[in-house]
């Protein structure tokens, strides 16, 4: 499946794993607990990728209010 075929609810929800992957990551970094530097990264391009595609469809997927819109629309 491309990205361009998710849905902004499945995009939103695949941007928030990887974010919640990545606070987990770097705490533990933080704390010295061995942790995948290459899932790290991995996260971030895809935070990366789903906040270009966000923009291409016309809204800041950290920005509340544009995603209520972009959702009711």
Known sequence: M???DLSIDELLFDRQ???NDV???LTAQFTGTPYD????????KIIETIRI???????DPA???QVKKARDT
């Open 37 to 44: 530097e290459e899932r790290l990264l991995g996260n971030l």
């Open 63 to 65: 920005q509340f209010d």
């Open 23 to 25: 606070v987990s990551l």
């Open 53 to 59: 595609e966000c923009n291409r469809r016309g809204f």
């Open 2 to 4: 491309k990205i361009e």
């Open 17 to 19: 794993e990887s974010f």
